[in-house]
C-alpha cells in the first residue's frame, strides 16, 4: 500500500519517461527514437518549407498582376471583344472616381487606354498593345520592375514622345535605352494608318510573359489623338485595394455604384489561367500536408509499439507494484511526446533556417517563363510557422493514445517471465 501510494503521489510517470527517453546507452530503441525523431523533423520541416513556398509563389506573381492592372478594372461593357483588347471610350466621371475611392477597402484609382500598334526599329516589327496613361499615374506600383532608365514624363503639352518598353521586346528588336522607335497605328476602313516617332526611356520587365512581349506604357494623350476622341475619354479605370482578399466583395459592391453600361471584373476574372495555376498550389500544399501528417504519426505510432514491447518486463514489474494501467500508459505517453516535441523543434528549426537562406541567397533558381519567377519565392507567415508546430504536436499526443492501450494487454505474471 505504501509503494502504490508512493506511486500516485510523486509524478513517476514524467520521471521514467524522462529517464528512459534521455539514456545515453545504446540499444535497440534509442535507435527507433532517433528514426521517429528524424521522421517528425522531417515532416515539420517539409510542411513549413511547403507553406513559405505556396505564399512565395502567390503573393509575388499575384502582386506582379495586381502591380500592371490594379486588382478591379473598370470599362464599358463589351461582349463580343477580349477585355485584354482595346476598350470603347467613356468620359472620365470625376463623381464616380471619388465614390468608389470613398468604398472602404479601396487606395488608388486611376484612368487607362490601349491601343493596338506595330512598333518599329530599322527593319524589325512586332505587334504590341500601347497601354497609355496619365501624370495622375501612380509608377510606385511598377518600380520593381524597372530595369533600366525611367517611367515616361507628361510635361509635353501635346502628348509625351516618350515609351516604356519590356526587356524582352527590346532584346528582340535589337532596341536600347533612348533609342528613337515608330509606332504604327493601323486605321480603320475611315482613317488611314497612321504613326509616330517615341524615345525609348524605360526598359520594364515583370516577369509574366503575356505582359512583356505585349505591353508598352505611353501617354493617353497619344491615343486620344489617334483614335480622335474627346478630351476626357479614357478606355477604363484601374482600381487599387489595400487588401486582395476583399477583391471579391468590394468588386460585387463596386458594381452596384456604376453607370449602367460600365462594367468592373476582378483581375481573377481577365487572367484566370494565372490565377487557376496559383490555386493549383493550394492543392499541392495540401496534399504534401496529409502525407508529411501521415509520415510522422505512423513512425510515432510504430516507435511507441516497439518501446511497449521492448519493456514488457518494466511494465509487469510496475503492474504487480500496484500501478494502475494509466499511469503506464502515461510514460509510454510522455516518452513519446518527448520524441515528437524534439521532431517538432529540429524539424522547426531546419524549416525555418532552410526558408531564411532561400530568401536571402536564392539558392534555387526557376525558368521565369513557366514560373513567373527567376528564384523561388519565400513568404514566411510565422503564425503559421507556429500553428504548424502546435497542429503537429496535438495530432501527435491524440494519435499516442490508441497504441499506448497495449499496456492493459498485457498481464504481470507473464511478463515478469517474459524473454
Known sequence: ITQLCIFEAMDVSWFIAKRIALKKQPSYSRFITRLATAATAVSVAAMIITLAFVNGFQKTVSEKVFGFWGHIRVQQYESAKSIVAEETAILHDPQVVTTVQQMPGVSHVQSFATKSAVIQFNKDIEGILLKGVDSNYNFNNLQGFLKAGRWPRFSDSLYSKEIAISTPLATMLGIALNDTVKLIFIGNTSTAAQFRKLQVVGLYKTGIDAYDKLFALGDMRLIRRINQWEPNAIGGYEVFLSDYTHMDSLNARLYEQLPGTWVSRTMREIFPNIFDWLNIQDVNRDLIFVIMGVVAIINLITSLLI?????????????????????????????????????????????????????????????????YVSTAPIHIIWWQVIAVCIVTMLVCFISLLL??????????VKAIQFR
Do not use: D
Open 307 to 371: 518501446l511497449i514491447l521492448e519493456r514488457v518486463k518494466m511494465v509487469g514489474v510496475f503492474k504487480a507494484l500496484g500501478a494502475t494501467n494509466w499511469h503506464i500508459q502515461e510514460i509510454f505517453v510522455w516518452q513519446s511526446s518527448f520524441i515528437a516535441l524534439i521532431g517538432v523543434g529540429i524539424g522547426a528549426f531546419i524549416g525555418v533556417g532552410l526558408c531564411l537562406l532561400q530568401q536571402h541567397f536564392q539558392l534555387i533558381q526557376l525558368n521565369e517563363l513557366e514560373y
Open 403 to 412: 497504441p499506448s492501450m497495449l499496456v492493459t494487454k498485457i498481464n504481470p
